[in-house]
């Protein structure tokens, strides 16, 4: 079955205390990309990444890092989590032609919350 | 960024006909138009897409107006399973310049009856 998957589903965690939620599709995209989805503001663009080795900042970046060493995986990294990125994380991948906007496939999210 | 204007919200009856609609009036001619729903307590899910013309697949139709400032999202027979809050984004492909990014608004949330 084609799929985006995330881990952990939930995760409670402290300020300071780095963590990493995985993000895995089976489906050979090029693109993948982070949100984060909040009350009243909606999904907002954390990174992207257009294929293997290549990322780039979406619309919030600060206090997150990501990597793409192997096409299937693009794991979101939180160095020093803060009360501020308490909120529910979702993964997205797509085929990577610029020119064609594809459809987008998520994952089923991943609610995080720092104390 | 075109912007799409959706209600907020809307009811339907079960196993009746539902007609979302979006509009658009500063899209150009290069956007896409496509829908994507979020159920709870879940991920988005793609819906369907379109440029100018009208298009079916299995989940729904989508209506263009001639003008494309505006389309409908057509759900043939609303089940409970389709209550989620529907998003109409508008998707253009600026070559080297495209982030891929989706935009979601608030989207129009759909209660459906049984």
């Known amino acids: 079955e084609a799929q985006v998957t995330q881990n952990p589903r939930y995760l409670i965690t402290v300020t300071g205390k780095k963590l990493t939620v995985t993000c895995s599709q089976n489906m050979n995209h090029e693109y993948m990309s982070w949100y984060r989805q909040d009350p009243g503001l909606g999904l907002r663009q954390i990174y992207y990444s257009m294929n293997v080795e290549v990322t780039d900042k979406g619309d919030v970046p600060e206090g997150y890092k990501v990597s793409r060493k192997e096409k299937r995986n693009f794991p979101l990294i939180l160095e020093s989590p803060s009360p501020n990125q308490t909120s529910l994380y979702f993964c997205a991948s797509s085929l990577g032609d610029r020119d064609i906007p594809h459809e987008q496939f998520f994952g089923p999210g991943t609610r995080l919350t720092v104390l | 960024d075109a912007k799409t204007t959706q209600p907020n919200s809307m009811e339907s009856n079960e196993e009746e006909p539902v007609h979302l609609p979006c509009n658009h009036s500063t899209i150009s001619g290069t956007d896409y138009i496509h829908w994507y729903r979020q159920l709870p307590s879940q991920g988005p899910e793609y819906v369907i897409h379109?440029?100018?013309s009208n298009v079916n697949n299995r989940m729904a139709s989508l209506a263009i107006a001639e003008d494309r400032k505006s389309s409908t999202l057509i759900l043939h027979r609303a089940t409970l399973r389709d209550a989620a809050v529907y998003y109409c984004i508008l998707r253009t492909h600026h070559g080297s310049s495209n982030t891929g990014k989706l935009i979601f608004g608030q989207g129009t949330t759909l209660q459906v009856k049984p």
């Open positions: 379109g440029l100018t």
